[in-house]
């Protein structure tokens, strides 16, 4: 059932010229003298402007007793308010509860000791409000007359949240179908490995959530941040927008003068150093068809530093915009959407990152391109041209910043929190004005290291993972899972026994399920399951009747979503609520026709398949299962895990996603799974099996291809 219901989700961005008449004997007006024209040499590229003058708009601010930093940014265009509280806290190390800052978060917002959730709602939406909590701090806006409103929510949100144990579950339950749903991501996975790369695991910016850290945060935890970290004398409120200081300052006394100030914890945690030489790191996906790729290392660089606007403007040229590594990967060699940069500055510890996708053909070629841009900034000065168009834009991004009044609030946090001088801001475009070549290269030699780097890929590593050696100065790939655990490739996957064949494992799952004798009496199949989708009881529908016949309906109630029909050779998809529909062709009809087989393992064979027993690969139930490579066509290899106890099929990986396949049950003497879990990109669910039938005499024009 999985190519069906993969297939058809998979289915479901001027001169007038001047004479003058001068007649003999008529006294007539004097004729005006040609101008002479100026004559510009187009060789010559002009000479670039001084740096635009842009004022950036004043604020005030003021102090409680209790510690809180208030900032006024006045502006009255239009009647509203928006309030930003940021706490300037230490990270958190939340080891084997990671995870749990986040859940107070958004546990802020979920109750206080006078208003339950839905009444907080209520009264949010009612002012035409809005109003987030994070584990760093409180925001909301709401129209000028509606002020005071907010404030009183947003105090009591903030100063007596009630956490409650039903509210921890709900987002203990959200937070863990996220995660499986990132397990497949290969961007969500490259997010993970890199970070433990860089950080390591004893940071907490190498930390992550797991499955195993979600399932033991508890509700003491979660209030103990809170009461812990939520204090106002580490706290930044900006309000911005139709409000004076005068009228500011009597409203915030009012609601948050009572916010009890109290010491908070400060921490001390070892610095991540680049490695030595450039270390290369696989994450291997094996239905993969194009890479993640990722250069990275940490770097010390804090906000404010004399380096940070030379920085800026030396990674826009390298990736910071569409340029540099943008044209490079992009449009000359059309190997990928885009290729971007970033060089981070941090309170703690900075980071380097250059990604990409990528065609597994080119990964190792975009690797080389990349690290070959890296080095061209260090070694060859930039052109003035290029200079002089990257810092226009950076000039031009950073004047539109300022139509933004909230800009000129985070600008007065920013000098506040990191110690910046008081004309920080204000003569920022002077300085990047005068910036030179030289200064670019001497930055990028400091902080440009394409030899002391990670290389991380995301991809499939049976076609990649040969090329990539190259660039390790070891000489050897190191490998992780989607978790960032090491492991030895050679070890993980165990050849199988001596005589076990592909075949005897294909053929233990048939006997598993039933027999080859039993399948071959099932004449149709009748397969009704349901599925939870943003709060919506999706119901997937399946009839198929040997040998080549198949009806697929996707829709929730009466309504009908998508449906796809094969028979005989012949295919159609449709969506009866637009009305549109279309032949299937090539790989689609393809897809259909394995899948109107009722027991496709039977017919690898015949279909023209190649099958190849990989070996034994334990997972992390600790079960061992035979993995098993099936080549479709040259470009299409999926793999499917048996177990090797039981022979059933627990899972199958294809470039089109993973179908996960439990809780066999037995109808008419086959087994048939009633779990199955569903993942494509991003995306995962799980579908529960209500109710299969077999040999219920389906009718042929039932199936009949309109």
């Given at each position: 059932m999985k190519n069906k219901i993969i297939s058809i989700i998979a289915a479901l961005i001027i001169t007038l010229p001047l004479a003058a008449q001068v007649k003999k004997g008529k006294t007539t007006k004097p004729v005006a003298q040609p101008v002479a024209k100026e004559v510009i040499d187009r060789s010559i590229r002009p000479v670039a402007g001084p740096a635009p003058v842009i004022k950036?708009?004043?604020?005030?601010?003021?102090?409680?007793?209790?510690?809180?930093?208030?900032?006024?940014?006045?502006?009255?265009?239009?009647?509203?308010?928006?309030?930003?509280l940021v706490l300037d806290n230490d990270p958190v190390f939340e080891g084997e509860m990671a995870g749990y800052t986040g859940f107070a978060g958004q546990l802020l917002r979920k109750g206080t000791t006078t208003r339950t959730k839905d009444q907080i709602d209520e009264q949010v939406d009612m002012l035409g409000a809005s109003l987030n909590t994070s584990a760093s701090g409180i925001s909301g806006n709401c129209l000028t007359r509606h002020n005071e409103a907010l404030l009183t929510i947003m105090s009591d949100v903030l100063l007596n949240s009630n956490f409650k144990a039903e509210e921890l579950e709900k987002i203990r339950t959200q937070s863990l179908s996220a995660l499986e749903a990132s397990k497949t991501e290969p961007g969500a996975i490259s997010q993970r490995v890199n970070s433990i790369l860089v950080y390591g695991n004893n940071h907490p910016y190498g930390e992550n959530e797991s499955e195993e850290s979600v399932k033991k945060i508890t509700l003491d935890k979660c209030t103990e941040y809170y009461k812990t970290y939520f204090k106002p004398n580490v706290a930044y409120l900006a309000i911005v927008g139709d409000i004076t200081l005068e009228q500011a300052k009597p409203l915030v006394e009012k609601y948050f003068g009572s916010w009890q100030r109290g010491d908070v914890p400060k921490a001390n945690y070892p610095t991540p150093k680049a490695p030595a030489k450039a270390t290369v790191a696989i994450v291997d996906r094996p239905t993969a068809v194009q890479s993640t790729i990722t250069v990275s290392y940490p770097v010390?660089?804090?906000?404010?530093?004399?380096?940070?606007?030379?920085?800026?403007?030396?990674?826009?040229?390298?990736?910071?915009?569409?340029?540099?590594?943008?044209?490079?990967?992009?449009?000359?060699?059309?190997?990928?959407?885009?290729?971007?940069?970033?060089?981070?500055?941090?309170?703690?510890?900075?980071?380097?990152?250059?990604?990409?996708?990528?065609?597994?053909?080119?990964?190792?070629?975009?690797?080389?391109?990349?690290?070959?841009?890296?080095?061209?900034?260090?070694?060859?000065?930039?052109?003035?041209?290029?200079?002089?168009?990257?810092?226009?834009?950076?000039?031009?991004?950073?004047?539109?910043?300022?139509?933004?009044?909230?800009?000129?609030?985070?600008?007065?946090?920013?000098?506040?929190?990191?110690?910046?001088?008081?004309?920080?801001?204000?003569?920022?475009?002077?300085?990047?004005?005068?910036?030179?070549?030289?200064?670019?290269?001497?930055?990028?030699?400091?902080?440009?290291?394409?030899?002391?780097?990670?290389?991380?890929?995301?991809?499939?590593?049976?076609?990649?993972?040969?090329?990539?050696?190259?660039?390790?100065?070891?000489?050897?790939?190191?490998?992780?899972?989607?978790?960032?655990?090491?492991?030895?490739?050679?070890?993980?996957?165990?050849?199988?026994?001596a005589g076990v064949t592909v075949d005897q494992v294909v053929n233990n799952y048939i006997t598993a399920i039933g027999g080859a004798k039993n399948l071959k009496k099932v004449k149709d199949v009748t397969i009704k399951a349901g599925a939870s989708m943003q709060g919506q009881t999706i119901s997937f529908d399946t009839y198929m009747k040997a040998p080549d016949k198949m009806y697929f309906q996707v829709g929730s109630g009466a309504m009908v979503f998508a449906k796809q029909v094969y028979n005989a050779g012949k295919g159609i998809s449709s969506s009866p609520m637009s009305g549109e529909s279309k032949s299937l062709e090539g790989d689609e009809l393809a897809t259909m026709k394995e899948g109107a087989l009722i027991f496709p393992e039977m017919y690898y064979t015949t279909l023209g398949y190649k099958t190849e027993l990989l070996g034994i690969e334990e997972q992390k139930d600790q079960k061992q299962y035979y993995k098993v490579q099936i080549t479709k066509s040259a470009d299409t290899k999926d793999v499917e895990y048996y177990d090797v106890v039981t022979g059933l099929k627990v899972r199958a990986e294809s470039k089109n996603g993973t179908t996960e396949y439990a809780d066999y049950k037995a109808v008419d003497g086959v087994l048939f799974p009633f779990t199955l879990k569903q993942t494509m990109g991003p995306q995962s669910f799980n579908l529960t099996v209500s109710e299969v039938k077999l040999n219920s005499k389906l009718k042929d024009d039932f199936f009949e291809v309109k």
């Open positions: 950036i708009g004043d604020y005030q601010s003021f102090e409680l007793p209790n510690g809180l930093k208030v900032f006024v940014v006045e502006n009255h265009k239009i009647p509203r308010l928006s309030y930003s010390d660089l804090k906000p404010g530093s004399p380096d940070d606007i030379k920085v800026k403007l030396t990674n826009s040229i390298l990736g910071g915009g569409t340029f540099r590594l943008f044209n490079n990967l992009r449009e000359k060699h059309g190997w990928t959407y885009g290729a971007y940069s970033s060089l981070q500055a941090d309170k703690l510890i900075g980071q380097f990152n250059a990604s990409a996708e990528v065609r597994n053909p080119v990964t190792d070629s975009s690797f080389t391109e990349i690290l070959a841009e890296m080095s061209r900034l260090r070694t060859e000065p930039v052109p003035d041209d290029e200079l002089n168009m990257v810092r226009n834009y950076m000039m031009g991004n950073f004047g539109r910043s300022l139509e933004n009044p909230a800009t000129v609030a985070n600008f007065a946090i920013s000098t506040a929190r990191y110690n910046l001088p008081k004309d920080y801001y204000a003569t920022y475009l002077t300085r990047l004005g005068a910036l030179t070549a030289a200064d670019v290269q001497l930055t990028a030699q400091k902080y440009i290291r394409p030899d002391n780097a990670y290389l991380l890929v995301v991809g499939k590593a049976e076609e990649i993972a040969p090329k990539l050696k190259k660039f390790a100065k070891s000489g050897e790939v190191l490998y992780y899972d989607i978790d960032g655990k090491p492991y030895d490739p050679n070890k993980k996957l165990k050849p199988a026994p």
